[in-house]
């Protein structure tokens, strides 16, 4: 979308550049950059500009430019979304916070952190290691994604099943709205509950009311013992979901309960040259933590042991990683197949095994394969749809589509942790309902009345 | 509010009987019963009938008629309130949902339950106990409140600092808009980040968006072994505070950390004829659960031991409860003194101290007893300001008054657990600041554009 016609992009360009000097970047490297993500996607048209935001009263100057012209502002971090909602197109202002990159304080008798939105989470969690502390919030892209992204995104992980979503890790945000003016929400209690819950609100709103500035995190002790993870196979993939189940069942809770059918164990062995295949036709790795990591492991392993072909467990941190790497391994064995999209449904837990075989029955009826990798402990689903090239073939939007169905269909969600972005901006409406998603759109209406912040994300312009 | 010149409230009431035979009860002992709550307050006037619904068709009718006429619409679930958010006054229509108390689904395999709004959380927990479940929020009204207004509340409790607040235990909600419209939000999966978090923002609402008609609750496993308790006395509330940030600052989480000061051991001294004063001034309960309770109670006790004036730990299920009723204690024994205005602000946890000190200095000035108990690992203080009468004299809310802008000015909140309802609203805008009072008052009027659900919760009319 370029800038209105009221006011030239040549003129939004010259006010930037006044109002933030040396912060604003028009070369091809970072204009082509900013175009893209870890979909695999590539936004129409080139930004305008990039800025590079190292305060907030930078971030404030060009929203406030961007309201004044109309021109779409798309906030980045580290541009590792997978749903194209921090693609910047055509005449769009590029707000970069990766810049902005502070650790602000950390309290440990508070279990809390003040950081501003730049920071990488892996970043973040090697300082708080120092202090005994950790935040729980763990996309596998944490060594590359930025805490304001995460914010962003809500987004999910390996752990959440036990320690819950990004948002139960975020006490207080400060945010620039569309217009420049400064919002604080939330608390640096553990508690709160005066008026609406905003800090909630902003959580997962995927940059559309607002720039993430200033993050209060709420931080956990580190679990004091080691892990003791769990690798199983299984002869099929309702097995390992049937097991995975009863683990759920068991009133154990793992930290992490992670499953994998067939096509991706044959993609990993192909990849990292380990033959997986001959153990079983799914895998299922599990880690406990804490006092107890061992107890319950071994309950766990009583509980899946009894329909595996194989299984194994161990509180050796070597052991535990080589059990870790084949889930690890996933994605990059994946990448040589040629361009994926990695869907996200989620489902019930107890609708695993029906998201698994209507996951086969798609790949029969359209000839694709689907390889599939699975937050068991939340149902959480990762089928991965290969094509080559860099936009999504339409037939397989039709089979991701028919997925999404399901997934709504049985109470669950087409996003579980990636979000909407620009790519499922379409479905979003068959979950939400009519009514919802009208009332979604006038609080972004309320928030940025000109619809500048991020559009064409989750809702269509 | 009495209803708006244009249609009388006869006739209102002529629509209410004729759209809900058997419904609508206009006995003198019900509308008393709605002009109050636990706090203690009555309202002014009497409200022109009490819709008892049975099915969200019965909240439908009763809202579209309160929104055709423009009355006041006041959703009560057992009364047990602390802010005078479900009050009924002068021409409101109350609408009570205590009979849709019904449990649609238990599902084990996906720790979840879907409950109408009016049953009571103990109820609840006593049919999920059958289970092997449990749904954790745990305010201390758990007994007598409901689900709905558990929810409506974003209600807190004992167990917050380990197992979160009711937020986190909500997947889905079903909601009856002001104009009769049936809105859903949330899923019934563990995850979801599609669209605004209209669930979250739901929690904790007071009754002011929309009527809660469905709840779809997050369960978890009922911890295992048995629990194991620390009782311990210190020579002062300081020390005692000192040694609760010890705690918090040891990485053990336990699922209880409670403290109270010498004017309430005093006050359950003399309710009970238990001596406790000789043990200490202040004291401090610590509950650990799940499989290594005991492992780390036992750590816990050599933390807290150092500087208690007595401490013990047990396993024993009858010592237990001997340790914990020294807390339950604390407001039966308080109610001889008279009415008791409780307040509820939280501070960031290594605040808690300085919170006590306040709390002393207002003692010593206002020349009152602020009998004070304590979420500490949470850091939620609940100040008990004794008064006669049913209104609390303005030099209380002075005294409040000034404890709410303590804990504001240190990052925390005048309301940790209760909520706004009428008694804060006042104190509202101080703590969140003009813009975001702004931007919460226009989101109510998105979801409620005529002001009839709850006029005068949370903000002024």
Redesign the interface.
């Known amino acids: 979308m370029p800038a209105t016609d009221a006011e030239p992009a040549a003129d939004v360009l010259d006010a930037l550049v006044a109002a933030l000097p040396g912060r604003v970047f028009t070369d091809e490297e970072s204009l082509e950059r900013c175009r893209r993500d870890r979909s695999g996607h590539v936004a129409d048209g080139t930004p305008l500009a990039e800025v590079r935001a190292r305060s907030v009263a930078d971030v404030q100057a060009a929203c406030r430019i961007a309201s004044a012209s109309g021109t779409p502002l798309i906030t980045r971090g580290a541009g590792t979304g997978l749903a194209c909602g921090g693609l910047a197109g055509s005449g769009a202002i590029v707000l970069s916070t990766m810049e902005m990159d502070a650790v602000l304080e950390v309290?440990?008798?508070?279990?809390?952190a003040v950081v501003e939105p730049g920071i990488l989470n892996g970043d973040l969690n090697r300082i708080l290691t120092g202090y005994?502390l950790w935040w729980a919030p763990d996309p596998a892209s944490k060594d590359i994604s930025t805490v304001g992204g995460n914010i962003a995104?809500?987004a999910?992980g390996l752990l959440?099943?036990k320690y819950?979503?990004t948002?139960?890790a975020v006490l207080?945000l400060k945010v620039v709205l569309a217009d420049g003016?400064?919002?604080?929400?939330g608390?640096?209690?553990?508690?709160?509950?005066?008026?609406?819950?905003?800090c909630?609100?902003m959580?997962?709103?995927e940059g559309t009311?607002g720039v993430i500035v200033e993050c209060t995190l709420r931080l956990r002790?580190?679990p004091?013992s080691p892990v003791a993870t769990i690798g199983a196979f299984f002869p099929s993939v309702d097995v390992a979901a049937a097991a995975a189940?009863r683990v759920?069942?068991?009133?154990?809770?793992p930290a992490v309960m992670e499953l994998m059918d067939r096509a991706t164990l044959e993609c990993v062995s192909r990849h990292t040259g380990v033959d997986l295949v001959s153990k079983g036709n799914s895998y299922l790795l599990i880690q406990c933590d804490?006092?107890?990591a061992l107890?319950?492991a071994e309950a766990l392993l009583a509980v899946v042991g009894a329909t595996a072909t194989a299984a194994e467990l161990t509180t050796d941190p070597e052991e535990s990683e080589r059990l870790l790497a084949v889930r690890r391994q996933a994605f990059p064995s994946l990448e040589p197949l040629g361009t994926i999209l990695v869907e996200d449904i989620?489902?019930?837990?107890?609708q695993l095994a029906a998201a698994f075989g209507k996951i086969g029955e798609l790949e029969q009826r359209y000839g694709m394969l689907i390889p599939t990798v699975c937050?068991a402990g939340?149902?959480?689903l990762h089928p991965n749809f290969v094509f080559q090239g860099d936009t999504v073939p339409e037939v397989i939007w039709e089979a991701a589509g028919e997925l999404f169905s399901f997934?709504i269909s049985?109470?669950?969600?087409?996003?579980?942790?990636?979000?909407?972005g620009v790519l499922?901006q379409r479905w979003?409406a068959e979950?939400?309902?009519d009514?919802?998603?009208g009332?979604?759109r006038?609080?972004?209406a309320?928030?940025d009345p000109a619809g500048i912040l991020n559009p064409g994300t989750?809702f269509d312009r």
């Not at 608390?187 to 905003?198: A, E, Q």
């Not at 049985?410 to 909407?420: D, K, N, P, Y």
């Open positions: 309290s440990a008798a508070n279990q809390t005994g995104t809500n999910g959440c099943a819950g979503v948002r139960e207080a003016r400064l919002l604080s929400v608390h640096r209690s553990v508690k709160g509950v005066t008026g609406y819950d905003l909630a609100l959580v997962g709103s009311l002790p580190l004091a189940s759920t069942a068991s009133g154990v809770q804490g006092a107890a107890t319950e989620a489902v019930p837990r107890d937050h939340d149902g959480n997934a049985v109470g669950g969600t087409l996003s579980g942790e990636h979000g909407i499922k979003l979950e939400l309902g009514l919802q998603w009332l979604q006038q609080i972004k309320l928030f989750m």
